[in-house]
């Protein structure tokens, strides 16, 4: 097994950024695939971007391509995940999430942390 933390969520004002990090114990980082998921009120939990367990492919979701970057440092067995630009519509809570398949569907990530709350004023 392995567990998730996350943390760097805040508060910040539309156009800014944040980095948010996801530390892993348990197991090593690197066995898995990584993905950030998000959820804003009264909506389905989303899936925003992916990287392999090298790091070497990524994937986004058009709602956040070209303002986010998902990046991991294995031998600290941490990820992150850079936001820049941010926007009002991006206020949700923010999950990491492991698994061994290099995917967008939730159902596919076995391990998630507990979430941490990111909220966009405009």
């Known amino acids: 097994q392995v567990q998730l933390v996350e943390s760097g969520g805040g508060f910040v004002q539309a156009g800014g950024s944040l980095r948010l990090s996801c530390a892993a114990s348990?197991?090593?980082?690197?066995?898995?695939?990584m993905a950030w998921f998000r959820q804003a009120p009264g909506k389905d939990r989303e899936f925003i971007t992916r990287?392999?367990?090298?790091?070497?492919?990524?994937a986004y979701a058009d709602s956040v391509k070209g303002r986010f970057t998902i990046f991991r440092e294995n031998a600290e067995n941490t990820l992150y995940l850079q936001m820049n630009s941010l926007k009002p519509e991006d206020t949700a809570v923010y999950y990491c999430?492991?698994?061994?398949?290099?995917?967008?569907?939730?159902?596919?990530?076995?391990?998630w942390g507990q979430g941490i709350q990111v909220t966009v004023s405009s």
């Open positions: 990287i392999s367990q090298s790091g070497a492919a990524t």
């Open positions: 999430a492991a698994g061994y398949a290099y995917s967008g569907r939730r159902g596919d990530y076995e391990y």
């Open positions: 348990g197991r090593t980082l690197g066995w898995f695939v």
